[in-house]
């Protein structure tokens, strides 16, 4: 029997150990702050949908969101187990049909798909990551806009273009996945102004739009960070990296009313 347990006690030793998945890359996310005596406000662009192969939650993100007493999020996306019966039954953005919506949930679907082609997903996302967070631990959330407003803008936008042959389609999804790589590889690294040739040629060719979803929107967030500098406290404001580039990023508006901001990553 004494045999039987060395035996044992040597195969048990003997087996190769468990290995340990490799560390995810490391990845900078740009962060800035503005602040005056008694407020911080972090400014921190997202990326909505992520492939989960980089490791941006930590260092400075991580040091600046544990410090801060409340999240801002460009808005609250209703959660499905949260909604009533009947919006639970329809996808999130479709809850309450807007005319003139079909142009949006069209891009968004394409775009969607192009995504998920390269492996990426909103529950990878850095919005999704950090309300989870903060809601795990009990610190406040909330948001910029409300989900109908959002809704009511997306009406807004031209309507949907006609259907395109397969070819085309393909080419399209081609062309976004190969964006959205860049993209995501300029956010990992916390190349800002990566966005701005997107930005660029949305200006040039949908003027409307632009200033709809980013000009204008990026002047009222300005104005809400301007005024919450006024009360005191710690709060880590996160919205779409796009937001935070070019000519007209949310940095550049609280610059004209006179709010300076600093990278500090």
Do not use: C
């Amino acid at each position: 029997m004494g045999h039987l347990l060395l035996a044992a006690a040597i195969a048990a030793v003997a087996q190769p150990l468990a290995e340990t998945p490799p560390a995810l890359p490391d990845a900078n996310p740009a962060l800035w702050i503005a602040a005056d005596g008694d407020t911080k406000i972090y400014l921190f662009g997202t990326f909505h949908a992520l492939d989960g192969k980089s490791a941006w939650f930590n260092d400075e993100v991580e040091a600046a969101f544990d410090g801060s007493q409340e999240l801002v999020l460009e808005t609250l996306v209703p959660k499905l187990p949260n909604m009533k019966p009947a919006a639970a039954a329809r996808p999130v953005g479709a809850m309450a049909p807007v005319a003139g919506s079909a142009s949006f949930l069209s891009s968004t679907k394409m775009v969607m798909s192009a995504g998920r082609s390269q492996g990426m997903s909103t529950n990878h996302g850095a919005d999704t990551i950090l309300r989870d967070a903060a809601e795990a631990t009990g610190k406040r959330v909330d948001g910029l806009e409300t989900f109908e407003f959002q809704l009511g803008m997306f009406s807004k936008l031209p309507p949907a273009p006609k259907s395109a042959s397969r070819a085309q389609q393909t080419a399209t999804m081609q062309a976004l996945s190969g964006v959205l790589i860049k993209l995501q590889a300029a956010w990992n690294r916390g190349d800002a102004e990566g966005f701005t040739p997107m930005l660029n040629q949305m200006r040039a060719n949908s003027p409307d739009m632009y200033q709809m979803m980013f000009a204008e929107r990026n002047s009222r967030w300005a104005e809400w960070i301007a005024k919450r500098l006024e009360q005191p406290g710690t709060v880590f404001v996160a919205v779409g990296a796009g937001h935070l580039a070019g000519s007209d990023s949310v940095q550049a508006k609280l610059a004209r009313l006179g709010v300076g901001t600093a990278r500090i990553n």
